[in-house]
């Protein structure tokens, strides 16, 4: 009796440790190496989405270091930031960070002369940001010159016609390197700013590619798979995109002279490409505009 009772509290007390050894297995499933890589998933995308989120509001003294920032999103981020104050009513903010965009108008990054460029068309006060957008009339990416054109609409400032008046007509894409066509985008597709229409071989055997400076339709595709070209000729020719011209429109509105009502006569009058919106929104315009030159103005 003695030893049946020993062996049964042997054997009770072998199940208890199973047990306990048993539940220790299962507390370990989760390693806390796994648990540091799970959180780091969740950590840092929000981090990434928090620190480049251009709708995270920055200290003034975020605001003048990102202005300065050799990182591009940064600045566009103190850019972003800074608008949205000038257009609450902030009325200092533009002249303490003054310098500082005028600056950025000058950067070697396309992006953050255009959104320079909207800013200053914000304070319409400042002689040093009309400077600056009569500079960028002359830019070599249109979509600056663009901006800069309406901005200047703000200032009243006529300079900005004829760019106006280029967004009301096709542009041309030409080539800055001769080479032969690998892949070329065909009539009729819809493109963004940055999208690939060509890529190419130039005459040195390396590969190129040509991207849309504006957002648009290509009208006409003047070369296609396989064929040459030569550096200087025109590649692809982008229709008016609708949104742009509608708000060249709302420029010449202000600022249109009597030598512009041709161009926007025919917009108004066009058969086809313009929607029937637009045609009334030139039309409008007209009227403006030869009011404006009876009244001497």
């Given amino acids: ?39 780091l998933l969740v950590i840092v995308p929000f981090l990434t989405w928090y620190l480049t989120w251009f709708g995270r509001a920055l200290t003034d003294e975020e605001l003048t270091r990102y202005l300065s920032d050799s990182n591009p999103r940064h600045a566009q981020h103190a850019l972003s930031q800074l608008a949205e104050r000038i257009e609450k009513g902030d009325a200092a903010a533009a002249t303490r960070w003054e310098s500082q965009v005028v600056a950025l108008s000058q950067s070697q990054t396309p992006d953050l002369r255009m959104t320079a460029a909207w800013v200053m068309g914000l304070e319409h006060k400042s002689q040093q940001f009309r400077d600056a957008l009569a500079r960028l009339l002359e830019d070599p990416e249109p979509i600056v010159r663009r901006n800069a054109a309406l901005a200047l609409v703000r200032f009243g400032d006529a300079r900005c016609r004829p760019e106006l008046l280029a967004m009301l007509k096709p542009y041309a894409v030409k080539s800055t390197a001769g080479g032969t066509a690998l892949t070329a985008l065909t009539e009729g597709t819809h493109v963004k700013r940055g999208s690939l229409l060509l ?26 798979d396989g064929e040459g070209f030569a550096v200087g000729g025109d590649l692809f020719v982008l229709a008016p995109d609708a949104e742009q011209a509608r708000d060249a429109l709302v420029g010449l509105y202000y600022v249109g002279a009597a030598e512009d009502l041709a161009e926007v006569e025919r917009y108004a009058n066009e058969a086809g490409g313009a929607s ?10 007209a009227e403006a505009i030869k009011r404006r030159s009876q009244d001497g103005r």
């Fill in 1 to 39: 009796m003695t030893d049946t009772h020993a062996h049964t509290g042997a054997n009770g007390g072998g199940h208890a440790r199973a047990d306990g050894e048993a539940g220790k297995v299962g507390r370990r499933r989760t390693p806390w190496p796994l648990i540091v890589v799970a959180l």
């Fill in 199 to 224: 890529k190419f071989k130039n005459q040195s055997g390396a590969l190129e590619e040509v991207r849309s400076p504006l957002p648009s339709e290509l009208a006409h595709a003047l070369v296609k």
């Fill in 276 to 285: 029937e919106d637009l045609k009334a929104k030139a039309a409008q315009v």
